[in-house]
């Protein structure tokens, strides 16, 4: 079993930045496509950006394109989610998520992703 670890949320005003990371402890997460996923309470969970496993290649939410930014570090091991201008309506539990499928156009289908962390909280206010 992929255990996957969320770490850096935390309380932001808005217009601030915050970033998040993904890993899974003493593994390479290169082999994986990484989706980040948000649930705000009463809210289906959303998909907000993903990495390829290949090429590079990254999607985003139209919500956050041009704010946020996902990127893997030099080593593989980490997946990182840069938010910058953030807006109250960022505020959510975040979640990193891994499948061994293929980058897709359909990338932010929760049910797609085999691997869950426990997800890490963004709140957005003043």
């Known amino acids: 079993q992929l255990q996957l670890v969320e770490s850096g949320g935390g309380l932001v005003q808005p217009g601030g930045s915050l970033r998040l990371s993904c890993a899974a402890p003493g593994l390479f997460l290169d082999y994986y496509v990484i989706g980040w996923f948000r649930q705000a309470p009463g809210k289906e969970r959303e998909g907000v950006s993903c990495i390829s496993n290949s090429d590079g290649t990254t999607g985003y939410a139209d919500s956050v394109k041009g704010r946020f930014t996902i990127s893997r570090d030099a080593a593989k091991k980490t997946v990182s989610l840069q938010m910058n201008s953030l807006k109250p309506d960022d505020s959510a539990v975040y979640y990193c998520?891994?499948?061994?499928?293929?980058?897709?156009?359909?990338?932010?289908?929760?049910?797609?992703?085999?691997?869950w962390g426990q997800g890490t909280q963004v709140t957005v206010s003043s």
């Open positions: 998520a891994a499948t061994a499928v293929p980058y897709g156009r359909r990338w932010y289908l929760a049910a797609l992703y085999d691997y």
